[in-house]
Each structure stands twice: as structure tokens, then as C-alpha cells.
């Protein structure tokens, strides 16, 4: 079964050929470039992006693929949580095809999406499973009963850790996305602030503002506008801010596996992409079978979209109804 996956959720216009839900034929990404000055994602000229740049996207990824649209036998769309006007444009692309083609379409889950992408290598992914998706508007834990039936266990109150990323790399007058530049600043600096994980009553919780408030004051003092008297050194605020981010979700992850006696991880979402982050799950869980996305599927991409399609088509072979309507949250 060959799947076209599309993918428009946010900022980047991406577009996936997938067989049988696993072999990756081909997976082009367009990263708008447009927000890097506005220090985050431009909602309206998000959308005006993706009209432009989709068309060409299918066709480089079908080019890729080395097939024709009437080999497709699937159509994949991120329908849900994305920017509205996003959404729009990849689905309505997508009904297009549908209807044009005359091939079944099925709405994909983007935050489900990215746990599916660290499955993909695998050919026994083990379950039952704990999910953890970091991703830049997401950060949530969810029971995975299986590839694609989960049951939420908790998420972030406030930022999710790949937005306090970007926050705290604005502060520091990163440019965005700010991860991977706060992950390249970090090498550089050592753990001198003492910034700690924050803590929620629930358990399965996740707060970050308070850490990133902790950068402003570091950096703006306590009324967040005056200097403070000694110049705070950017590469060690970075190291210590990641440590702290990273630290949280070693505690998350510790505590959620030894409640529910499950040592099974898939992590998904921007976030997952940081060396540091796997390297120090793997340092401190040498025991667990923790899973990482493979590279180039921890960003959003359309193989994901096609991938977790695929499945739930091949579970429930029904084609969505052309009135479907993506749902921003
Ligand atoms: O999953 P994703 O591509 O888009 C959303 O669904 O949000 O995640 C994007 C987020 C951004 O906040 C970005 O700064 C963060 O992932 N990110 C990283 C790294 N690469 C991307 N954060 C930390 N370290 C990285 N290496
Ligand atoms: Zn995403």
C-alpha cells in the first residue's frame, strides 16, 4: 500500500511517500524561513507559504518516491492540533486528491503522528508503551496501548518545552527555531545557575514557565528591566536552562515507567532531536528500551502522516468523508 502523507500543522510544508505504513520512499520538507525574524512562527504568512510551496513539495516528494499520483493508493492529512489557517491548506490539498484521484483519504493526528515516526524502524516496536511527545507547541505523556490507540496521561500547564526553548533562545537573542541553537550554546557553557525542573502537583504534569521565567530574572533581574550588576555569561545560562529542561523529563520518565511498571519509551517531537536529551536517557536508563524517532523524523514531516495512516486505514478501512474539518486544537 503506498501512502502520500501531507503535512501543514505549523511552519513547515512537508510532504511523505510511505509503503505499507514502514519503508520510507521519500520525505521532502520545506522549512519557512520567513519567521527567523519575528523570533516565531507568522500565523497568516504560515499559511501563505504553504499555498505556495505545497504543489512543488508533492511533486519533488513524488519524483523522489520514483512514482506517479495514480500510484498512490492513500492519501494522509494532518487534520489536528495545528495553526487553523495551516491546516487549511493541507487539507483542503488534500480532499482535492481524494476526490480527483478517487482514492481513499484518512485525517491523521499530528501529536499522535510523531509517536508513530519513532515505530517506524522498528519491526517489533514493544508495547505496551509509554509516550512521551516533546514537541514545540506539545508536551504531553500518554499510555500507548499500541501503535495508535493511547490514553492521555498528562500535560504541560503552561509552555510546552519546545516553546520554552524557543522563549528562552528569544531572550537570548537566538534566532528561531531556538532549540537547536540553545543545544549548540550549551556546549559551550557549564551548569552555573542553579535553574531545577519545575514542579506540578500532578505527577504526570509538566510546567515550564517557571524555568524560563527563572532566564528572564537571570538576565533582566527580578522587575525584568533593569541589568543585573554582573553580565550573565549566555553560554552558561543555556547549559544550565537545558540541563534543568532535560532533568525534567528524566524525573517524568522515571517516575511514570516505575508507577505503571511499563519500560517500554517512544519519544516524539522537536525536542527528541537533541543529542543531549538521548544521550543522557540513555546514560540514566541503560535498562529501559527507550526509542527515538529516526533522522528526519523527529521535526514534522509528511512520512509520519503517511506511516500512521496507513495503520489506522489498514485497522479501520474506511475513507473519511470529504466534509471533514481540521480542528485547531
Ligand atoms: O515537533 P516540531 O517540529 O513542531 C511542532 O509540532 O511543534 O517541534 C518544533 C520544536 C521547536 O520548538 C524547536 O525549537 C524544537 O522543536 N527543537 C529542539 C531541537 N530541535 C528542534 N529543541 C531542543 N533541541 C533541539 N535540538
Ligand atoms: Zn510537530
Sequence with gaps: MITLGLETTCDETACGVVKDGKEILSNVIASQSI?????????????????????????ESLQQAKISLNEVDLIAVASHPGLMGSLLVGTTAAKALSYGLNKPIISVNHIQAHLYAATMELKNPPFPAIGLILSGGHTSLVYMKNPFEYEHLGSTLDDAIGEAFDKVARLLDLPY?????????????????????????????????????????????????????????????????????????LQKIQYVCKKLQIYNVYLGGGVSNNQ??????????????????????????????????????????HSENLSFVPTPS
Design 177 to 249: 527555531p531556538g532549540g537547536p541553537e540553545i543545544e549548540k550554546l550549551a556546549k559551550k557553557g557549564s551548569y552555573t545557575y542553579p535553574f531545577r525542573p519545575c514542579s506540578t502537583k500532578d505527577p504526570y504534569a509538566f510546567s515550564f514557565s517557571g524555568l524560563k521565567t527563572k532566564v528572564l530574572y537571570t538576565l533582566k533581574g527580578q522587575d525584568s528591566q533593569s541589568t543585573p550588576k554582573k553580565t550573565p555569561n549566555k553560554a552558561d545560562i543555556a547549559h544550565s536552562f537545558q540541563k534543568a529542561a532535560i532533568d525534567t523529563i
Design 276 to 317: 543531549k536529551l538521548r544521550q543522557s536517557l540513555e546514560k540514566e536508563f541503560p535498562d529501559y528500551n527507550i526509542f527515538f524517532p529516526p533522522k528526519g523524523l523527529s521535526l514534522d514531516n509528511g512520512a509520519m502522516i503517511a506511516g500512521l495512516g496507513t495503520v489506522l486505514f489498514q485497522n479501520n478501512p
Design 35 to 59: 519567521h527567523r525574524e519575528f523570533g516565531g512562527v507568522f500565523p497568516e504568512m504560515a499559511s501563505r507559504e504553504h499555498v505556495n510551496l505545497l504543489i512543488p513539495v508533492i511533486e
